[in-house]
């Protein structure tokens, strides 16, 4: 059974830091490409990092800078952290995954996880 549990959203101030991590099991998480998405309330689900297994990342515009996407192997997590937030990061984040996939906005992940609240206070 695939399971990826996010952790880490939490309520911060504009201009501070949050960490999210990921944790998975039910896939051979080497070979995965690893995401990060947000949906804020009234908006499409948008890719905001990814990973390859090769350490190969991609940002979107708006995170670029601020946002710093990496994965442990060896722990099966994935980790998202998250400085100079700013009150549009306010967000479910979700964690997902894809055997070999691609990265950017055409990614389609196989596996979601069930999301994690990130609000960011003006």
């Known amino acids: 059974q695939v399971q990826l549990v996010e952790s880490g959203g939490d309520l911060v101030q504009a201009g501070g830091s949050l960490g999210l991590s990921c944790q998975t099991s039910g896939i051979i998480f080497s070979l995965n490409t690893m995401y990060w998405y947000r949906q804020a309330p009234g908006s499409q689900r948008e890719l905001v990092a990814g990973i390859t297994r090769g350490d190969h990342t991609y940002y979107a515009d708006s995170v670029k800078g601020r946002f710093t996407n990496t994965r442990d192997n060896a722990k099966n997590m994935v980790y998202l952290q998250m400085n100079s937030l700013k009150p549009e990061d306010t967000a479910v984040y979700y964690c997902?995954?894809?055997?070999?996939?691609?990265?950017?906005?055409?990614?389609?992940?196989?596996?979601w996880g069930r999301g994690t609240q990130v609000t960011v206070s003006s």
């Open positions: 997902a995954a894809k055997k070999l996939g691609i990265l950017g906005v055409g990614a389609s992940p196989d596996y």
